[in-house]
Nanobody, 129 residues
């Protein structure tokens, strides 16, 4: 069974840090692009960061540049999102998405992209002011 499972969310104070993990099972990440998305209450889902399968592309939405870092460990079939200097506006459910099958050349931050085949159920990040 193909699965994507996020973990690492929690309640933190402004300025704090979290490391989100995206573990996949039933396949390996070796040829997959991975994206992180988030959805705040009452808002649409937005792309946060993505990484191509060769790591030649690491993309971030403007609001998180310099604070978030995406990475991957193919041997562990896990991707990560290190989030530092958290702000209240970072609050939301964070979702991980992965491609599966034909290797894509790039990744995408667009939440409506058809690039990604598998999505996790999300992990909640809450930042208190």
């Amino acid at each position: 069974q193909l699965q994507v499972v996020e973990s690492g969310g929690g309640l933190v104070q402004t300025g704090g840090s979290l490391r989100l993990s995206c573990a996949v099972s039933g396949f390996t990440l070796d040829h997959a692009a991975v994206g992180w998305f988030r959805q705040a209450p009452g808002k649409e889902r937005e792309g946060v960061s993505c990484i191509s399968f060769r790591e030649t592309t690491k993309d971030y939405t403007d609001s998180v540049k310099g604070r978030f870092t995406i990475s991957r460990d193919n041997a562990k079939s896990t991707a990560y999102l290190q989030i530092n200097n958290l702000k209240p506006e970072d609050t939301g459910v964070y979702y991980c998405a992965s491609t599966w099958g034909p290797t894509p050349a790039e990744c995408s931050l667009h939440p409506a992209s058809r690039l990604y085949d598998l999505w996790g159920l999300g992990t909640q990040v809450t930042v208190s002011s």
